[in-house]
DNA sequence: GGCTCGTATCGTAAAATTACGATACAATGA
DNA sequence: TCATTGTATCGTAATTTTACGATACGAGCC
């Protein structure tokens, strides 16, 4: 993939964590996480219809894309980060709700900016 | 791609969205629209370093996501779908912040669930 | 020491994505 | 009608992702 480089780094981050949870096994390993707060790697390969060096893999993803963290016991609890996701709703928000922009959005050939 | 069946509809379309985002040529795209407001796709690619043949197939990717859409001129003119990152975000949120659970999020051998 | 159990990592094959040039196609204007 | 312009689609090569089995590795127990 061709390297975009006139990211800001917010869009930078949004990109790779956009990209963690775009994936159907690991937004079930998220919900998961989210539903029972805590989690062993056992649950995890229990709850998906996958390989357990898959889910081993999915999670290193979503560890590497700072969406899961492992706890103190030595990367074999896993829980999520309690920021990230909060940060990317923001992010979305952000997006389609510009607060400060007075304009309305919306498709049209009224719309169109002068700019 | 291995299908992963016991995913909710709401989990399928979240992260068909995610995906869509997750790459940074598209989430450049987003961003701009939502700068812009309304783009057409020479605009788009002026602002990316990508081949026209390229942003069309990332806009066509996007709209079939549902988080752009064609205005009524005939699919020239780009703008967001106002109502697709707006549940993203809550689905974000939801994740994040489970409003009904009185569970204090967080790692740890104390936390872990009894069951 | 030698088991078993749970998990991470390695190597690899299949599939999907990404980007490009070439081309098609509709609208516009000479 | 014929060229031009803007955009979508096609065909294809390179890269990346995904999933799996095999294997390594540490912890706990005999």
Redesign the pocket.
Known sequence: ??T?ENLTREEERAAEVF?AL?????LRIVTELARRNVC????L?NAL?????????????LKEAGIVQ?SIE???C?CLAPDVLRWLAAFCTELCCPAEAGDTPGCGPASRRPG
């Open positions: 993939m061709k975009i990209r775009g994936n159907p096994a690991r062993i790697t056992g649950d390969v219809p996958l390989a357990q060096s898959t889910v081993s893999q999915h999670l290193k993803v492992g030595g990367d074999q896993y």
